[in-house]
């Protein structure tokens, strides 16, 4: 038969530390009140000398302990709590004999000591201790007997005592296995807790849609980064955090207001302060109760996303259309084209010769809309590299003027003495670049007979990513047509088609990256391509 497993646990913290304190004091008012004269004819009745001794043996050795488990913190081995244990067993043993035996009422502490191995002990060490108390009373009632200090019918008291120790260990250690059930699964549920908090903050913290959670006064409460980034970090003067006022921020508090009024109304797009993005803002009410305790919680969106998702959407739909009629437009637009051509090579006059001119430019004009359309819908997937931008557009101003032989200028200022680093691919790269710089050199001449484009590198000091100024000296875009300069087919040129813009948005976000007009007190218009970061982009996979 196996031998039965013996399991030791230490005493939690605070029931050790009230235990070692109560031998202290009981043992130092044991030893007072005799040294008093008070209680003396319960205390030490028998044998004063023995009961002074062991009294002073008990303070003794329970301030040692108390000493040493504090030092320790309380942490101390279930070894060292069941020597405790035995000498409390002992010396109490040994106190109710020096003072008359069970008569005194003495022996009625080893309960208590009885009580508390229940709670530190689990198995059969605890019934061991009961046991030990038990033989002790037993064993100080014989010696009592045959002193004569007692008589036999005191056997039938400690008997009574010894089934009490029984009972106190079986109780005591019944509610402490409860206790310690509930314990171990309040751990058990403090722990989820956390770890479901720490999984909460964690997606919060991650979400590309921005939250902020804020009380009735107005304070924000809960903010992740995202939101940080969309509202512009510390563009508002100070940083963007817990226990700041959203006051602070007004474009965004300008949109919470007109949500507490027409709270079933969507809330207006709105640009932060000193921010180019155009933001969507929604409001939830997050509790049912009075003013005072109200909280909101606020989604922030990029609208570029719901922009980008719309182009797509304008993107199916142009390729849809280019797949049908691309064969239809083009076969009579050659032929017209050809028959122009022919009648170029005839003897004509002036006026004819530039009638035959329209002619061809207009073909070749309406065969570039459809060869951009059809890019469109053809669009292949970028291959990223790691470009050194202000080298590389240096070396793309080289080899454009080698190409060219026209004057365009290409001034190119970099902001920071860091080298800039960007993630894109180089033939989009040069695509966008190409498209813009078209747009600039024809507006740049025109105003001052120049055709010039400036281009400025650096890292934003907000977000920490690189980008790319391109600006001209034209006129610049008015304000009421700012919103429509991506649109398809949106030119105030004559000549233009009105894909360039809307091609070259798209070949950036496709390479993660964003192109945006910037509003600028300066004269000319400011396009701006905000890349991705260089080290932290995860490639694009393709689903097939």
């Not at 329209?358 to 004009?365: F, G, L």
Request: aromatic content about 8%.
């Amino acid at each position: 038969m196996a031998e039965p497993h013996l399991t030791l646990v230490s005493t939690p913290e605070n029931t050790l530390k009230v235990y070692s304190l109560y031998r202290l004091i009981l043992s130092a008012l044991l030893l007072t009140l005799y040294l008093a004269g008070v209680a003396s004819e319960v205390l030490g009745t028998t044998h004063p000398r023995l009961f002074v001794t062991v009294v002073a043996f008990y303070l003794a050795a329970s301030a040692i302990t108390h000493f040493y488990f504090h030092l320790n913190r309380y942490a101390v081995s279930a070894y060292s709590q069941l020597l405790m244990l035995i000498i409390d067993i002992t010396a109490l043993t040994t106190i109710t004999h020096a003072s008359g035996g069970l008569q005194s009422g003495l022996g009625y502490l080893l309960l208590v000591a009885v009580a508390s191995a229940s709670i530190s002990l689990r198995g059969q060490l605890a019934y061991f201790l009961a046991a030990l108390a038990t033989i002790s009373v037993l064993t100080e009632t014989g010696i009592a007997t045959l002193e004569q200090t007692q008589t036999t019918r005191d056997s039938v008291s400690a008997g009574v005592l010894g089934m009490l120790l029984f009972v106190t260990v079986f109780t005591f250690q019944m509610l402490a296995a409860r206790a310690r059930a509930a314990q171990e699964l309040a751990i058990t549920r403090e722990v989820e807790a956390a770890d479901l908090q720490r999984l909460n903050e964690a997606i919060i913290r991650n979400m590309h849609t921005g939250i902020i959670v804020i009380d009735s006064n107005d304070t924000i409460r809960l903010i992740n980064s995202a939101a940080i980034q969309l509202l512009g970090g510390q563009q508002t003067g100070r940083p963007l955090g817990i226990n700041q006022s959203i006051r602070t921020l007004s474009s965004l508090y300008r949109q919470l207001k007109h949500w507490r009024v027409y709270p079933w109304m969507r809330t207006p797009t709105f640009t932060p302060e000193g921010g180019y993005t155009r933001i969507q803002a929604n409001f939830t009410s997050l509790s049912t109760g009075g003013e005072e305790n109200r909280q909101i919680l606020i989604f922030l969106e990029d609208t570029r996303t719901l922009a980008q998702y719309a182009q797509q959407l304008k993107l199916s739909s142009l390729g849809r259309l280019t797949g049908s009629i691309a064969h239809e437009i083009r076969n009579p637009l050659g032929a017209i084209s050809h028959a122009s051509q022919l009648l170029s090579e005839l003897p004509v006059d002036e006026q004819q010769k530039n009638l035959i001119e329209i002619i061809d430019r207009q073909t070749k004009r309406v065969n570039q809309i459809i060869e951009n359309v059809m890019q469109l819908s053809r669009q292949r997937n970028p291959e990223f590299q790691k470009i050194s931008l202000t080298p590389w557009l240096k070396k793309y101003r080289t080899e454009r003027q080698q190409e060219t032989n026209d004057d365009a200028v290409i001034e190119i200022f970099e902001e920071s003495h860091d080298e800039t680093r960007v993630f894109f691919d180089p033939s989009h790269l040069l695509q966008v670049l190409n498209n813009l710089f078209e747009n600039a050199f024809r507006h740049s001449k025109q105003a001052t007979g120049i055709a010039k484009a400036t281009l400025k590198t650096g890292t934003d000091p907000i977000s920490g990513l690189p980008f790319l100024d391109v600006i001209d000296n034209g006129p610049g875009i008015p304000k009421r047509e700012q919103d429509k300069v991506f649109d398809p087919f949106f030119t105030t040129s004559s000549q233009g088609s009105g894909l360039g813009l809307y091609v070259s948005k798209q070949l950036c976000e496709v390479n993660y990256a964003t192109l945006s007009y910037l509003e600028s007190e300066d004269p000319g218009a400011h396009f701006r391509i905000g890349f991705s970061h260089p080290d932290r982009l995860l490639p694009r996979y393709n689903d097939e």
